[in-house]
T-cell receptor, first 109, second 115 residues
Framework: KQEVTQIPAALSVPEGENLVLNCSFT??????LQWFRQDPGKGLTSLLL?????REQTSGRLNASLDKSSGRSTLYIAASQPGDSATYLC????????FGAGTRLTVKP | SAVISQKPSRDICQRGTSLTIQCQVDSQVTMMFWYRQQPGQSLTLIATANQGSEATYESGFVIDKFPISRPNLTFSTLTVSNMSPEDSSIYLCSVSLTGNNSPLHFGNGTRLTVT
């Protein structure tokens, strides 16, 4: 059974800092690794999807990498802004994605 | 992407009753899933809704408690049966448009409170 772990559980940084969120998974036989953002009381917004044959994906200030052999993915956020404050979730698997517990990010002005 | 509509968006129910949540997608999708997000928690997969056949449930979830229907490629329902306060959660419908290599998209969820 796929298990997904995210560290740190919470992170507080000053505006402008570059940061890395970590995600690890136990079953390397995943089809996809997907990163989401969730704002308080809101639904999930998909940020990036990395297919199993890919190593990374980029969207604006976000870059996600995938290393299946080590069971790890990272989400890199460049030049963080207060609007980036949210909970970031990673999910991986096949025929149903399993979610990590999330990293709660606070970017202070 | 797809537009995913869930009804109701929220409800307050008495223990012992049942609630059926509907999920409607604006296009045909390959896979549909139901998730639960308990207060302060992450998402837990309940089951995969299979078109025209019984849903595939994850460990800890059973058909008697969470019956699921999926009569076609655009619609699914999840029923939460014989509810207790522990069932208070957000229930989310999720779809994958074209199968295993396509991203998951989520509806806005149904916020259920059981009193």
């Amino acid at each position: 059974k796929q298990e997904v772990t995210q560290i740190p559980a919470a992170l507080s940084v000053p505006e402008g800092e570059n940061l890395v969120l970590n995600c690890s998974f136990t079953d390397s036989a995943i089809y996809n690794l997907q990163w989401f953002r969730q704002d308080p009381g809101k639904g999930l917004t998909s940020l990036l999807l990395i297919q199993s044959s890919q190593r990374e994906q980029t969207s604006g200030r976000l870059n996600a990498s995938l290393d299946k052999s080590s069971g790890r993915s990272t989400l890199y956020i460049a030049a963080s802004q207060p609007g980036d404050s949210a909970t970031y979730l990673c999910a991986g698997g096949h025929r149903g994605m399993r979610f990590g517990a999330g990293t709660r990010l606070t970017v202070k002005p | 992407s797809a537009v995913i509509s869930q009804k109701p968006s929220r409800d307050i129910c008495q223990r012992g009753t049942s609630l059926t949540i509907q999920c409607q997608v604006d296009s045909q999708v390959t896979m549909m899933f139901w998730y639960r997000q308990q207060p302060g928690q992450s998402l837990t997969l309940i089951a995969t809704a299979n078109q025209g056949s019984e849903a595939t449930y994850e460990s800890g979830f059973v058909i008697d408690k969470f019956p699921i229907s999926r009569p076609n490629l655009t619609f699914s329902t999840l029923t939460v049966s014989n509810m207790s306060p522990e069932d208070s959660s957000i229930y989310l419908c999720s779809v994958s448009l074209t199968g295993n290599n396509s991203p998951l998209h989520f509806g806005n969820g149904t916020r259920l409170t059981v009193t």
